[in-house]
Structure formats: C-alpha cells, structure tokens
C-alpha cells in the first residue's frame, strides 16, 4: 500500500505561504489563514509540502487503509487559492449558491480571488464543515 505524501510535517507555515504566494494571492492566504486559526481554535501546520491544515482527524476505510488528515485547509495554487472542505458540499447547497464566484471539486473549494466571494458566507462553510467534522470524528 502506498505511504500518503500529505502527513503534518515542522515547516514554518509562514515561510511555505510567502515562498508560494505573493500581492494580492499572499494576502488571501493571511485571510484565510486568520480567518481558519478563529474558526478551528487550532494553530496552523504543513500537511506535505504545499498544504496549511488545522487540526486533524483519523479515517479508516472499510479496505483497512487508515491514517490522519487535517480538519480544514487551504492552499496557494498556481491557479487557484485552494480550500479544503472536508465535509464535502452536499449538505451546504443553501451556503454554495450565496457564496459567489468559485468552482469546487470532491472536497475541494477553488477561488481565483477572496474579493469574488462573499467571506461571511465563506466563515459559516467553513465553521459547519468542521463542526460536522468534529462531530463525525
């Protein structure tokens, strides 16, 4: 079985979001940054190389496989600030059609820029995914 890549590490956050990021981008990511650091209650850590996660959690899959993966998260893309939403989206359809300009994958949140969405709207996503994460786990 592969080893997963995406395991909390040392690395100063700090130092990973100004290397990735810069003007408008970097500036996002100390939003989102504050902004998940209130919401989760939890210091922020590197998840592999590229990936600010706040808290954690541990799955196991009816395979077996098992491990431990971060609450929330984003992340400075090239092409997008990327947003984990661990919960999903199914369940906060009410929340996605007020939220504004993004584009989403499994459990994933893509946004070109913070000024194209509404970031109340983005705080309760946020803060009803880890409630329901932390309750589930």
């Known amino acids: 079985m ?3 890549k995406t395991k909390i590490n040392t690395k100063s956050v700090e130092t990973f979001l100004k290397k990735a990021a810069s003007g408008k981008r970097l500036k996002d990511c100390f939003t989102v940054l504050e902004l998940m650091k209130k919401i989760t209650k939890e210091e922020p850590k590197m998840w592999g190389p590229s990936i600010v996660g706040f808290g954690n959690y541990h799955y196991k899959y009816e395979s077996g496989r098992e491990g431990d993966f971060f609450i929330s998260g984003f992340s400075p893309r090239k092409q997008n600030l990327t947003i984990y939403i661990m919960a999903g989206f199914s369940r906060y359809s ?4 007020k939220l504004g300009k993004y ?3 499994r459990s994933c949140l893509y946004i070109k820029d913070l000024d194209d969405i509404d970031l109340k709207i983005l705080q309760k996503l946020i803060t009803e995914s880890v ?3 932390k309750k589930k786990h």
């Open 2 to 4: 592969a080893e997963l």
């Open 131 to 133: 409630r329901y994460m």
């Open 94 to 97: 009410e929340l996605m059609e």
């Open 103 to 105: 584009k989403t994958g």
